[in-house]
């Protein structure tokens, strides 16, 4: 929590930033975010919320002023001011990258997670994909032990026409929405993929759709959420 009505929050500040300076192995930038006053009065109205240096019974433009005033010594130190006043948070966002020279792909991460419906969807997901439908190696008795990371229940996942047409469709969505996320700004996206019980299907679609994203140029990171659901309750049992 940090307490904008104590002048010592600002001198800390400037502290730092010298501190920092001062080092040989970090190169310091120190970007202004600033704003027409007017337009700070509008987000706070919106926001319904007092400004923190806003006296008893004073105004919000009078907060305002005030803290101009502790920020001047920051604002002056400052290499880039950015007037946001008709900036949209995906501009601001853009106008920071392009600054910094960051690829949009170092940014953007995507998660993709496997699971089995019979232990709750993942309530983080932004997209979940049912694959109940594909022919389950559950009832292969020789796969029925193993889990979508073994080569041979992967291959007879794989190797399923229906897989072949659902996967290119799969596919040709994720292509098409990914982009669309990444213009509105996110900065991650979590694709979560179940089967009945996250051991088989799942974990096969899954483990490919993190390699073709990967291939892509996403960073990626897969978890198998339920995969040892199924060992771990043989063993209390």
Known sequence: M????????????????????NTTFITTK?????????????????????????????????????????????????????????TTP????????????VDDNDVFHIEVVSF??????????????????????????????LTGLDKPVYDYVMKQPETEIFYKKFLDLLEYIIPGYKKEGKTSVNIAIGCTGGQHRSVALA??????????????????RDRNKRKETVNRS
């Open 116 to 145: 089995g419906f019979k232990y709750g969807l993942p309530i983080d997901a932004d997209i979940v994909m049912d694959v109940r439908f594909l022919p389950n190696p559950h009832y292969v008795d020789e796969l029925r032990p």
């Open 2 to 21: 940090i307490d904008l009505r104590s002048r010592a929050f600002f001198d800390e500040i400037m502290s730092a930033v010298d501190s920092l300076d």
């Open 90 to 101: 995906r501009q601001l966002r853009e106008r920071l990258l392009d600054t910094f020279k």
């Open 30 to 86: 120190v970007i202004f975010l600033d704003s027409k006053d007017d337009v700070l009065v509008s987000r706070y109205k919106e926001t319904r919320r007092s400004h923190p240096l806003t006296q008893s019974g004073g105004t919000v433009l009078e907060g305002i002023r005030k803290e101009r005033e502790l920020l001047e010594d920051i604002r002056n130190r400052s290499q880039l001011v950015i007037d946001t006043s008709e």
């Open 207 to 224: 483990e490919r759709t993190s390699l073709q994203l990967e291939s892509a140029g996403y960073q990626v990171n897969t978890t198998h």
